[in-house]
């Protein structure tokens, strides 16, 4: 058999391959539950952001209002007491940061910073600056 004509790949190949792939597949399981619950919270605060309401709600009834939504949704990243609320022109935004933090390998962690919010146009302006 000639040894030029042979084509594929090696044991060596495989095994680094699959080190690649089972490596990725870990990090996406270890994150996802990050990201959804990261959406999670910025459709809540969107839709507490446009409630027709906020203007006139207290800070604590904001905080109510996102402590229900968030035993629903079970969001546990964060509590109202994380809640950043504000005024800007007469618009009530309510945001969040928080950072997530899992074991990955040993001693060594992933560590994810997150920010939501109830304003679409913050998140427009941020996304430009960066």
Do not use: C
């Not at 997530?100 to 920010?115: A, R």
Request: aromatic share 6%.
């Amino acid at each position: 058999m000639n040894r030029k004509r042979q084509r594929g790949v090696s044991l060596i190949g495989m095994l680094l391959w699959g080190i690649v792939i089972v490596s990725g597949a870990v990090l996406v399981m270890k994150l996802l539950p990050a990201y959804i619950e990261f959406f999670t919270i910025k459709k809540v605060l969107a839709d507490i952001g446009h409630d027709s309401e906020i203007k006139t709600m207290s800070s604590a009834s904001i905080r109510d209002k996102f402590s229900k939504r968030s035993q629903i949704d079970d969001i546990h990243s964060v509590k109202p007491g994380d809640l950043d609320i504000s005024q800007d022109k007469g618009v009530t935004i309510v945001s969040a940061d928080y950072t997530f933090q899992t074991k990955l390998v040993g001693n060594i962690s992933l560590l994810v910073d997150f920010h939501a919010s109830s304003d679409s146009a913050e998140s427009r302006t941020t996304q430009q600056v960066e």
